[in-house]
């Protein structure tokens, strides 16, 4: 394990010669859930790369897979859970079998997360300061004065007044914005190659969201880090990132460049996630139209298209067969039959409209 750290500390910081290669590559990846009743996949064999130096959004519905997935990569599952193949190459480490000593040693220090609730990841029974000093003591080797230094500097450079003060001050002596910023300068004082942002603004007001994103965009300037960036907002999403990947049950069903997922969306289910988005053109009185039906339980045996129960454009093979990734232009690549570019002979009949058969299921 030593070996391997060292290995990481001797590549150092991300060096600009270094940048647009693949720092972390997900290959394959499942995971399952274990229950009374046996356990079932919830993420099903998916695979791709952050770069180094680019900033990845996730995007879908609650309960697509998002959080497992990163929490996978982190090493964090709950104990019901657990990756039952594939592989995450993390700077040359595969972190599916790193063990949990060598994760412990990577995440804080090259491999950092922050949470969408800043609670959880606070003690609360610990002040502030003692809680980013164990971080920077364990992954900078920085002791007493000097890693009080490097703890303040943090703190202000996330833009919190007087953190001298803070140090001494307890999770629940801040706000919900202020212990945010407390958790991205403890992400940040170890300067992590690889930033996993789980939602980080959704539990924070609209004012504060603003800022707190400023200050990922700015740090992720400064560091020229790697960010995955999760999040229901597509909004958020298009200003924020590189490169987006569509989630839906479990699987990626879609994934290019921002301008590609925006301006040539090609996967339904990205289309509605879109629709249910305002913009600055959308008229006041034009309603958002949402995604009718929800997400499919992850217990239940999907065959063929998982989008296919909400699918308006939905094909007899859809119901039968499960899409594979067809590759578009550029980066952009979607698992939707309507995106082969041969016919599909017989196979194109259409079923009636998934519409109807909803409102039928919501009158009952
Ligand atoms: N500890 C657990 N035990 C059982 N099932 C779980 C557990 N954690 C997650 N799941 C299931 O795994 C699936 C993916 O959950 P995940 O938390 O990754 O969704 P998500 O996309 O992050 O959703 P959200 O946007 O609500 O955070 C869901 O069906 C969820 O119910
Ligand atoms: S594969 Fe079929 S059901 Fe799935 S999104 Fe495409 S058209 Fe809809
Ligand atoms: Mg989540």
């Known amino acids: 394990m030593a070996k391997q750290t060292e290995a990481i500390r001797a590549q150092g910081p991300l060096s600009s010669t270094r940048r647009g290669q693949p720092l972390l590559q997900v290959r394959d990846l499942r995971v399952s ?16 790369d952050v770069v180094a130096g680019e900033i990845l959004g996730i995007v879908g519905e609650s309960g697509c897979g998002k959080s497992i997935t990163m929490n996978a990569v982190m090493g964090l599952l709950p104990s019901n859970v657990r990756v039952t193949s594939g592989k995450v190459a993390f ?74 003060k803070r140090l001494s001050q307890y999770p629940f002596e801040l706000s919900g914005g202020m212990r945010q910023r407390v958790i991205i300068a403890i992400a940040l004082c170890c300067r992590p190659s690889l930033l996993i942002c789980d939602e980080p603004t959704t539990a924070l007001d609209v004012t504060i969201q603003a800022t707190v994103l400023d200050l990922i965009r700015e740090l992720h300037e400064q560091l020229g880090n790697s960010v995955v960036f999760i999040s229901h907002n597509m909004g958020v999403i298009a200003s924020l990132c590189d490169r987006v990947t569509v989630m839906y049950g479990g699987q990626i069903v879609e994934r290019g460049t921002v301008d590609e997922i925006f301006y040539q969306t090609a996967h339904p289910y990205t289309k509605g996630l879109l629709a249910c988005m305002p913009t600055l053109e959308t008229p006041r009185e034009e309603p958002l139209v949402p995604i009718r039906g929800t997400v499919p339980d992850p217990r239940s045996q999907v065959v063929g298209c998982p989008f296919s129960s909400r699918c308006s ?48 299921e919501e009158q009952r």
């Open 33 to 48: 859930v274990n229950s009374r009743m046996g356990s079932y996949d919830v993420i099903h064999g998916i695979g791709f």
């Open 91 to 164: 700077r040359g480490i595969d972190l599916v079998q790193a063990g949990e000593p060598l994760m412990e040693q990577l995440r804080g220090g090259d491999l950092a997360m922050v949470f969408q609730d800043p609670m959880t990841a606070l003690d609360p029974l610990y002040p502030i300061g003692d809680q980013i000093l164990e971080a920077i003591e364990r992954h900078s080797g920085a002791r007493g004065n000097e890693a009080r230094e490097v703890a303040i500097e943090a703190l202000r450079s996330v833009g919190l007044s007087e953190p001298e």
């Open 313 to 360: 454009k939905r094909m007899k093979i859809c119901m039968r067969e499960m899409p594979p990734e067809f590759v578009l232009e550029g980066q952009h690549s979607c698992a939707c039959w309507l995106c082969m570019s041969e016919g599909l002979s017989s196979e194109l009949l259409r079923v009636p409209p998934i519409s109807a058969q909803i409102s039928k």
